[in-house]
């Protein structure tokens, strides 16, 4: 079964945005709100690095246990997805989060305003459909933020094969650091 | 978000608590039904306070009528659901105690409402059991209402200082409200001396106790506030604490202290006197600045304690910084 995941290589990024832009062009996001953000790491001084937050998909949400109306669900490829019809805003998730991922927008169709919205591995938009059976229009996994991403910073899927890539440039790494170049 | 909702639900829901559990010691003191007829007039604190509450957690849902039906939906492993559910029983409980008040056949204040008094006759004898259940369940709502804001993600306030600190609010001015109340019909109608003597020594007892513990959770919640085990969560402790006691909340939480336990404290301190020299109408004006000095010193005590909090979400990129 493949499991799905994030990862950013922070020796790759150059805070370019661009992962912001697709990520909100790709699902829909509305003013005032974002499932991706860009975060300074040592801002302002030498060696400032950069990293794109956005939700973890966590094997052991927090935000699940937390929420009080089973709104979000994880999937059995590890996706965490919420259903905003179930949910009543109440922002339990945003606490719960270590991640600061869920976010209650203000702005936007009305009848979304100030429920959870986040990162769904690109599976779910913004604006939410149904099935005739009542069941969330789920769509492949295929990050936008990761395919968007210029400088291949953003690696997203399947764990076992993001952690093979990243394994191998940080050996990369460690070999160029050995050898002085 | 806006805290208010949280500051008005946790206070008032609490509230209500303290004064369901001290119509229940006035039940208990009351010798006869003169002495109940006076304690009576106490026993309309409780729901409404609870009702204040519910509206006030529900204003802030972005769909308050459908988190009523669902938010008993994860009893599983969701603090909230429990909270949810804990507190719609406590407050079913509140009602059935009320109404075995204000509709006693003899004394209650709706006793002239028809039909109800009659249902509730035989029940009467049981007044003191379903206020002890229902005071059993209310301080299992305060368990339950702590557990749900001590989580992995909300750093400062996952500490024992937290139920403590419920603790404080609903017996220092849950109590207190009942007995302001009943101050203020004692000013008026002068009766029963010696039943309302006996409520105001056992407030006064309370109230100093819930100072005593107030003070000394204060000085642990900013003394041991930094005892996270991970850096993340010490580093969300640390950035609570510098909002207290040196940034935004630093005002609020020494008008807390000033008005909420000093105020408070020099108040109770007064009410002693009078209370041994039974001037009772001076007690009761004393008895009424107690309860406004806790009820406003409780506001603004759980204004800091929602304000001044730092997430864990809030501070991840300072702690990625120390690893990069």
Same mark, same amino acid.
């Given at each position: 079964m493949v499991i799905y995941k994030f990862l950013h290589d922070v020796d790759r990024c150059i805070d370019c945005g661009g992962c912001?832009?697709?990520?909100?062009?790709?699902?829909?996001v509305p003013e005032g709100t974002a499932r991706i953000r860009v975060i300074r790491l040592n801002e302002g001084k030498l060696g400032e690095k950069y990293a794109a937050m956005a939700c973890m998909h966590c094997t052991d949400p927090a935000c699940l246990s937390a929420c009080p109306t089973k709104a979000i669900t994880k999937r059995p490829d590890g996706i965490v997805i919420n259903d905003k019809a179930k949910c009543i805003g109440c922002g339990y998730c945003g606490w719960a989060c270590p991640f600061g991922a869920p976010k209650y927008p203000d702005k936007g169709p009305v009848e979304l305003r100030g429920i959870m919205d986040k990162c769904t591995f690109c599976v779910v938009p913004y604006e939410q459909e149904k099935d005739v059976a009542g069941n969330l229009i789920q769509h492949e996994p295929k990050p936008a933020c990761v395919s968007f991403?210029? !400088?291949?910073? %953003?690696?997203?899927?399947?764990?076992?094969?993001?952690?093979? !890539?990243? !394994?191998? %440039?940080?050996?990369? %790494?460690?070999?160029? %650091?050995?050898?002085?170049? | 978000m806006s805290h208010t909702a949280y500051v008005v639900f946790t206070v008032f829901s609490q509230m209500a608590v303290g004064a369901l559990i001290a119509m229940v010691i006035a039940d208990f003191l009351a010798k006869g039904k003169e002495d109940a007829k006076f304690f009576e007039t106490g026993a309309w604190v409780c729901v409404p306070v609870a009702i204040i509450g519910l509206i006030a957690m529900l204003s802030h849902e972005a769909r308050p009528i459908q988190a009523m039906m669902t938010m008993n939906a994860n009893l599983a492993t969701s603090w909230l659901s429990r909270e949810s559910l804990v507190l719609t029983v406590f407050i079913v409980l509140a009602v059935i105690y009320t109404v075995l008040w204000l509709f006693e056949p003899e004394y209650g204040s709706l006793k002239g409402i028809p039909l109800i008094p009659k249902i509730a006759k035989p029940f009467i004898p049981l007044r003191k059991v379903v206020g002890i259940i229902s005071a059993i369940v209310g301080f299992a709502f305060?368990?339950?209402?702590a557990k749900a804001y001590m989580m992995m993600g909300l750093p400062a306030m996952d500490q024992a200082t937290t139920p403590l600190f419920f603790l404080v609010t609903t017996l220092l001015v849950g109590v207190t409200a009942v007995a302001a109340v009943l101050s203020v019909k004692y000013v008026v109608k002068k009766e029963a001396v010696e039943p309302f003597t006996r409520l105001l020594w056992a407030t006064c007892g309370i109230a100093l106790v819930m100072v005593i513990v107030l003070l000394f959770?204060?000085?642990?919640?900013?003394?041991?506030l930094q005892t996270a085990e991970t850096e993340a969560a010490t580093l969300a402790q640390a950035n609570t604490l510098e909002n207290m006691l040196h940034g935004d909340y630093t005002a609020l939480f020494y008008a807390r202290v000033v008005i909420g336990v000093i105020l408070t404290l020099v108040c109770l301190a007064a009410l002693i006197l009078p209370l041994k020299k039974k001037d009772i109408s001076k007690a009761s004006a004393l008895t009424f600045a107690v309860f406004v000095c806790a009820l406003i010193g409780e506001l603004l005590g759980r204004a800091v304690f929602f304000g001044a909090n730092v997430p864990l979400g809030e501070v991840m990129p300072y702690v990625l910084s120390s690893i990069v």
């Amino acid at each position: 079964m493949v499991i799905y995941k994030f990862l950013h290589d922070v020796d790759r990024c150059i805070d370019c945005g661009g992962c912001f832009a697709a990520c909100k062009d790709s699902n829909g996001v509305p003013e005032g709100t974002a499932r991706i953000r860009v975060i300074r790491l040592n801002e302002g001084k030498l060696g400032e690095k950069y990293a794109a937050m956005a939700c973890m998909h966590c094997t052991d949400p927090a935000c699940l246990s937390a929420c009080p109306t089973k709104a979000i669900t994880k999937r059995p490829d590890g996706i965490v997805i919420n259903d905003k019809a179930k949910c009543i805003g109440c922002g339990y998730c945003g606490w719960a989060c270590p991640f600061g991922a869920p976010k209650y927008p203000d702005k936007g169709p009305v009848e979304l305003r100030g429920i959870m919205d986040k990162c769904t591995f690109c599976v779910v938009p913004y604006e939410q459909e149904k099935d005739v059976a009542g069941n969330l229009i789920q769509h492949e996994p295929k990050p936008a933020c990761v395919s968007f991403c210029a !400088t291949k910073a %953003r690696l997203g899927g399947d764990v076992t094969e993001i952690t093979k !890539t990243y !394994t191998a %440039r940080m050996a990369g %790494r460690l070999v160029q %650091r050995q050898v002085g170049v | 978000m806006s805290h208010t909702a949280y500051v008005v639900f946790t206070v008032f829901s609490q509230m209500a608590v303290g004064a369901l559990i001290a119509m229940v010691i006035a039940d208990f003191l009351a010798k006869g039904k003169e002495d109940a007829k006076f304690f009576e007039t106490g026993a309309w604190v409780c729901v409404p306070v609870a009702i204040i509450g519910l509206i006030a957690m529900l204003s802030h849902e972005a769909r308050p009528i459908q988190a009523m039906m669902t938010m008993n939906a994860n009893l599983a492993t969701s603090w909230l659901s429990r909270e949810s559910l804990v507190l719609t029983v406590f407050i079913v409980l509140a009602v059935i105690y009320t109404v075995l008040w204000l509709f006693e056949p003899e004394y209650g204040s709706l006793k002239g409402i028809p039909l109800i008094p009659k249902i509730a006759k035989p029940f009467i004898p049981l007044r003191k059991v379903v206020g002890i259940i229902s005071a059993i369940v209310g301080f299992a709502f305060l368990g339950v209402s702590a557990k749900a804001y001590m989580m992995m993600g909300l750093p400062a306030m996952d500490q024992a200082t937290t139920p403590l600190f419920f603790l404080v609010t609903t017996l220092l001015v849950g109590v207190t409200a009942v007995a302001a109340v009943l101050s203020v019909k004692y000013v008026v109608k002068k009766e029963a001396v010696e039943p309302f003597t006996r409520l105001l020594w056992a407030t006064c007892g309370i109230a100093l106790v819930m100072v005593i513990v107030l003070l000394f959770t204060l000085f642990a919640n900013i003394s041991v506030l930094q005892t996270a085990e991970t850096e993340a969560a010490t580093l969300a402790q640390a950035n609570t604490l510098e909002n207290m006691l040196h940034g935004d909340y630093t005002a609020l939480f020494y008008a807390r202290v000033v008005i909420g336990v000093i105020l408070t404290l020099v108040c109770l301190a007064a009410l002693i006197l009078p209370l041994k020299k039974k001037d009772i109408s001076k007690a009761s004006a004393l008895t009424f600045a107690v309860f406004v000095c806790a009820l406003i010193g409780e506001l603004l005590g759980r204004a800091v304690f929602f304000g001044a909090n730092v997430p864990l979400g809030e501070v991840m990129p300072y702690v990625l910084s120390s690893i990069v």
